[in-house]
């Protein structure tokens, strides 16, 4: 039978698990509790044990601009650091050390989940109202606790035919069986019609398996793609989800590096300097799966780690309640709570910033150094020889930190197999000749149904330190594209 919460899609491992602890106890009603009992119970070493005094966390004011830090300007941020105290006068705002440093909630510190709450409210308001935040360690993490939640041995999930494929691992560890859908490239991200025939179809192509608990899917800025899902299409593929009763794990990292195309940018349609509001920056994200989700069957991962710092190991999880409650307990035998360090310095810096808007400002600031940096690339790639000869395609990605260039190689010449072979080793030969580093499509294809499209390769604009180098980096690609094309019209 349905319930509210769906729990019927819940995984039997994780619906067997329960929470305990050998210093909780219960006692019956009729004992009256002493109104100020003393702790000789839970092994937590007092604050007083702890080596550190205070911490003071100075910030940057936007992406590369420590430069102007270091000279400590008079209005320098670097003036009214963010300290954390041992003990704060505001512990339902502030994370102290007494409280950070400390074993502590395996869902997270309270500020910070306040904090998210009210965040995720202003940003995606889910569909439903009580819907639960849980932090953890990374989207990675994140993905792997989802696969707990949903899949026994034997479960099916539906992955993009190419997706971030650690996320396939996580899957073979609870013994689930991924199964791709198409991605459109010239349309905008999954390819609805490939999804809805296997899943009408679905006795005939995969008999003897059950139909899928959850479809994967990175909807907004697609990796590797780039590729963002229009509302409409959400729209349609969450029906067949209603329909064939599957959950879907919406796999959000990018979703705040919205992207303007690359000509408005150039014709100064869209100003990258013009400021933009919160209100306005925040109308134009593409909304998540969750603002449609009227039974409570989507669940999404969010991570700290492209907006702030991926060492932190952050990220949280927001679905309905009965899925928290089973992702908890699986948290409580494994990772148990998220490093309070990431926690306090997460929080404590987003509410010097000023809370919610504070903290979409600083993420405006990143998501504006993307776009000088997408423009840098694609300036780089579009004056190309290899470009001019029709060698590569290039997608404008509509989020995130990368952008796909497809090879253009002679199909008619040329078997799916053999471009992927072209691609996967004689472009990555010539790339390393020419020393760069890029991702061949092949190495995040889900397997040989994506042969078809293995033709493209990944370039990122995140890691590069400046925009010199990646317009150096991007023509050594190039330079191995034209020397690749000279090598096969040879053979
Ligand atoms: C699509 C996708 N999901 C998840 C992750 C993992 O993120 P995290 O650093 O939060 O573990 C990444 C990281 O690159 C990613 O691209």
Known sequence: MTTSDLEHLISKRAAARYSSHFSQNTAPAHIKAHPEPLSLGGGMPHYGFFPVESIAVHLTDAPFSDKKLETLKADSKSKNPVIIPKVTDRPDDIIDLKNGLQYSYIQGLKPLLLFLKEFVQKVYPPAYNDWEVVLNNGAGNGLNKV??????????????????????????NCGGIPIPIK????????DYNHL??????????????????????????QNPTGLTQ???LRKKIYKLAEKFDFG?????????????????????????DAPVTVDNFVKELAPSYLTIDTSKRVVRVETFSKVFAPGLRLGYIIANKSFIKAINNYSNISTRSPSGPSQFLVNNVIQHLGGIDGWLEWIIKVRREYIIRRNVMLDALYASDAYKK??????DPDAGMFITVVINYDKSKYTPAEYKQLTSKNLFYKTIENGVAVVHGPNMAFDNLADEHCNFVRLTIASPPDHATITEATNRFTKSVEELFEEIEKT
């Not at 707990?148 to 041995?153: A, R």
């Not at 991605?183 to 999954?190: N, P, S």
């Not at 809805?196 to 800025?221: D, V």
């Not at 879907?248 to 990258?272: A, H, M, R, W």
């Open 147 to 172: 696969c707990d939640l949903f899949l026994d041995p034997g479960d099916v999930v539906l992955v993009e035919e190419f997706t971030f494929t650690p996320f396939l691992q996580s899957v073979e």
């Open 183 to 190: 991605l459109d490239f010239q349309g905008k991200g999954l």
């Open 196 to 221: 809805k025939y296997e899943l009408e179809n679905w006795e005939i192509l995969h008999p003897g398996l059950p139909l899928p608990k959850f479809l994967y899917t990175i909807p907004t800025g």
């Open 230 to 232: 229009p509302l409409e």
């Open 248 to 272: 879907i794990l919406e796999d959000d990292p990018y979703g705040y590096l919205t992207l303007p195309p690359y000509k408005d940018v150039k014709s100064g349609k869209f100003d990258v």
């Open 390 to 395: 029709n060698l590569i395609t290039v997608i």
